[in-house]
């Protein structure tokens, strides 16, 4: 009865449900890391895969060998391509140069300095030195005194080279430094061109008429160079020398006493002994630079 009962369907069929439900557990507690020969395959099935791969790597740098190797290639490509420019540009001109001479015309044809003379068929150039036409718009006549109250005008310097210069006597430091620059000078030439010295005469102009006065510039030359000329005059006189050296005269600083400061220009003229100008040192010359341009100025010929 017992062996008629396993032969029924209904217990076969009961059998093979249990048969499967068994293998399906114990597969799964194989994947959860429990079972033993098929374990580590499961595990390795059980790792989740991302969109990079050694297979997608090795693609890239295929990828990227090509790129490189391309524009290695296409490079060198251009470059025989310019060169070939180049010389076929440099056939060109040989072949220009040569027609040039054979046809005798003496000029050199160049890429970088167009055309030019060439020194084979034209003599070398030669300049030469002359004087400047005309004589610059600067200076002219003028009327002032001296410290002895004596007249001096432009024409009391004549036979003499004169350094004139415009400041005034209550200037701080510009003024100054520049009068004691006017002396070395003349001490420099005194020592090295005594002959040049003594042609020349330092002149000083007040453009502060209203307070130099001929006491006050008497006090004031006491500082300065023995062979100096102080000049002044009216506030009219003054106006008009300094517009004809078109000197720049303004008040400046004024205080509420009434003192002030005056804004001028810095320049030394230099005088020739006709009276023209023959040169002008500004203030940035070292008194070194001015000795040399006198005596230059000095000691060429004259037409």
């Not at 524009?71 to 540009?89: F, H, P, T, W």
């Not at 008497?218 to 500082?223: L, S």
């Amino acid at each position: 009865m017992f062996r008629s009962s396993l032969k029924s369907p209904t217990i076969n069929n009961a059998v093979k449900k249990y048969a499967r439900q068994f293998s399906s557990e114990k597969y799964a507690k194989t994947r959860a890391g429990t079972g033993s020969s098929n374990a580590a395959d499961a595990a390795a099935s059980m790792i989740p895969r991302g969109p990079v791969s050694w297979a997608s790597l090795g693609l890239v740098a295929v990828a990227a060998a090509s790129a490189v190797s391309y524009y290695q290639i296409e490079r060198e490509r251009r470059l025989e391509q310019a060169m070939g420019k180049i010389v076929s540009n440099n056939k060109k001109e040989n072949r220009k140069r040569q027609a040039l001479y054979t046809l005798g015309i003496g000029f050199i044809v160049s890429s970088e300095s167009g055309w030019s003379p060439n020194p084979e068929f034209f003599a070398k150039r030669k300049f030469k030195q002359t004087k400047a036409a005309g004589k610059p718009a600067i200076g002219g006549e003028y009327s002032l005194v001296d410290l002895d109250g004596n007249l001096v005008t432009n024409k009391s310097f004549e036979g003499k080279w004169s350094l004139l210069y415009f400041g005034f006597a209550r200037c701080p430091d510009i003024c100054p430094s520049e009068m004691v620059k006017v002396g070395q000078v003349m001490d420099t030439l005194a020592e090295e061109y005594p002959e040049l010295a003594k042609q020349i005469k330092p002149i000083f102009v007040s453009v502060d008429p209203a307070r130099d006065s001929l006491i006050a510039l008497k006090e004031y030359a006491k500082d300065f160079h023995p062979s100096y000329i102080f000049l002044t005059g009216s506030p009219e006189q003054v106006q008009r020398m300094a517009k004809k050296y078109r000197v720049y005269v303004s008040k400046a600083d004024e205080t509420e006493d009434g003192d002030y400061l005056v804004d001028h220009s810095i320049v030394i003229y230099f005088h020739d002994d006709t009276g023209d100008m023959a040169d002008c040192f500004t203030q940035s010359m070292r008194p070194s630079d001015v000795v040399e341009k006198v005596v230059e100025r000095m000691t060429q010929p004259r037409e």
